[in-house]
């Protein structure tokens, strides 16, 4: 049986495309390439002479990138662009990258859609599955491991800090009891029974353990800090920085990193405000209702 390619719809797509600015020969980085829904779209504003170069830490989905891209620069035949990708963390961005070589960069910090919709990798707890969550399968700990290894404290901590979820001591205290956790569903079970759905609620009352639990296994915020702080050695005068972040420590570091830059004359703040998706992309990709663009432009101020 042929398996199905993942569906994916890439967030804010149009509005990326309109302020990453990509023209013909340039060098533009994606550094979070995924399934390449955005890669894509850049490719085919290149030309031959332009060069994409993709980050993605997860092998899947940088396989499957692969295959993407190679089946639109056959598309694009002798107006294809020179295409790179490299199966790391784009916290490494600066080992791979010439000063003052990028034109445009882009980074979607969002799980992408092949890590949530498959149930191996423990993402999600809409279906019950291994407790894992690592972007990166060879190498870190498990969610599962953390659960069962850290203490009640430890884990109250984390929870409050990166869930931002206020009932992180009750839940901690369950966690700690109802060991070993192994499973999304165990764990989306305790959370519940622990701290049960408030009036009015939109979330799953797990959502934000489990986004606490993903981001730590991951270092997703140390991640993030560390490109914002590469980024403007990277790119050349007037070259654009794009961001799209799904929840407000994200947000909050790119919208520091960027006012911390204006301030010092490296960043032109193109976005004032976040742009954020409208309803017929809402309507199409429910997924897309909490992301938030910001994008820069690099001024000629020596870093």
């Given at each position: ?27 533009v ?50 107006q ?59 190498s ?8 069962n290894?850290?203490?009640e ?101 790119a ?41 820069g ?7």
């Amino acid at each position: 049986m042929t398996q199905s390619k993942p569906r994916h719809a890439p967030v804010l797509f149009e509005e990326s495309m309109q302020w990453l600015r990509v023209r013909p020969g340039a060098t533009v980085v994606d550094c979070t390439v995924g399934l390449a829904g955005h890669a894509a779209g850049i490719a085919r504003l290149l030309g031959p002479e332009g060069h994409l170069i993709g980050f993605d830490k997860d092998a899947e989905a940088l396989d499957l990138a692969k295959g993407k891209l190679d089946e639109v620069c056959r598309e694009l035949g002798s107006q294809a662009p020179r295409v790179t990708l490299i199966g790391e963390a784009f916290s490494s961005i600066s080992r791979h990258l010439q000063h003052a070589s990028v034109d445009a960069l882009l980074a979607d910090f969002g799980v992408s859609s092949l890590q949530l919709d498959e149930a191996s990798r423990g993402f999600s707890f809409m279906v019950d599955s291994e407790l894992d969550m690592r972007m990166d399968q060879r190498s870190g700990p498990t969610a599962s491991q953390v659960v069962n290894e850290a203490s009640e404290h430890e884990l109250a901590d984390l929870i409050y800090e990166y869930g931002e979820e206020r009932r992180s001591r009750r839940i901690a205290r369950a966690i700690v009891r109802g060991r070993p956790v192994t499973t999304t569903g165990q764990l989306s079970r305790i959370v519940t029974s622990a701290a049960p759905a408030m009036k009015q609620a939109h979330l799953h009352p797990a959502t934000r353990t489990f986004q606490a639990l993903r981001i730590y296994v991951n270092r997703e915020l140390e991640e993030i800090s560390a490109l914002l702080e590469a980024a403007p050695k990277l790119l050349k005068p007037s070259a654009r920085l794009v961001v799209i972040s799904f929840h407000s420590l994200e947000d909050r570091i790119a919208k520091d990193s960027l006012r911390e830059g204006a301030r010092e004359g490296i960043w032109e703040i193109l976005t004032k405000k976040p742009v954020t998706a409208g309803e017929e992309e809402l309507e199409r990709n429910p997924r897309s209702r909490s992301a938030k663009l910001r994008a820069g432009e690099r001024t000629a101020t020596s870093c």
